[in-house]
């Protein structure tokens, strides 16, 4: 075996140990989240709180434009996350609520109906094909990384799901905001989306946009 090779194998059997030995990284919400995530709170002033989320047992506020709400469960709010490539929250869909066209940069999803009926799909990237798909009580779906894809209450009355992702933070990006609800110039928007000058200014007064 060369020197190379052996400093290799050497490097992956530390890495391998380091993370046998550390059981858990809680997260430092007083420090900066980064793209590692939050550095570890000393391990003297974890509590079992910080493993421990209580907020999806209470409905959210549906009263909004969406008709929708989605309580987080990512490690700024649930610091015992941090590290472990995982989260999730609760979506509560009013009649006629709706989630928007969106994306989460870092996380896949997986979607369980707990309640209701949920109109729900994703686009690829690839071919821009439309994954769509109304879900029941008991049903689940994945919505792959990065992908567009939005839920849609279908049925009569209120909606619940629950959402787990593969990140501790997954981010969002809602395809309606990013393009109305800023200080995009109109101009451009109507340039790169193809809608003419009152359809923007409409949507850009709905959503709270300007330029």
Not at 90 to 118: C, F, K, M, N, Y
Request: glycine content about 10%; overall charge negative; proline content about 5%.
């Amino acid at each position: 075996m060369s020197i190379l090779q052996s400093l290799i194998l050497l490097s992956f059997l530390l890495s391998a140990s380091h993370a046998a030995v550390q059981d858990f990284c809680v997260g430092d919400l007083s420090g900066p989240d980064t793209p590692a995530g939050y550095t570890c709170k000393k391990v003297s002033a974890v509590t079992v709180d910080d493993f421990v989320f209580s907020g999806l047992g209470m409905a959210g506020n549906t009263s909004n434009l969406i008709k929708a709400a989605v309580t987080p469960a990512f490690v700024a709010q649930f610091p015992g996350l941090n590290g472990l490539g995982i989260s999730l929250a609760r979506l509560d869909l009013a009649t006629g609520g709706v989630i928007p066209l969106h994306t989460h940069p870092a996380a896949s999803e997986v979607l369980i109906v707990l309640q209701g009926t949920i109109c729900a799909g994703f686009i690829s990237s690839s071919a821009n094909n439309v994954y769509l798909k109304t879900l029941n009580k008991g049903d689940s779906m994945i919505f792959p990384q990065g992908l567009l894809h939005f839920q849609l209450n279908s049925g009569k009355g209120s909606a619940l799901a629950i959402v787990s992702f593969s990140s501790p933070s997954p981010g969002l990006q809602i395809l309606d905001f990013a393009l109305f609800a800023n200080n995009f110039p109109s101009e451009l928007v109507e340039a790169t989306t193809f809608l003419d000058d009152a359809q923007v200014k409409k949507l850009k007064g709905v959503l709270g946009g300007t330029g």
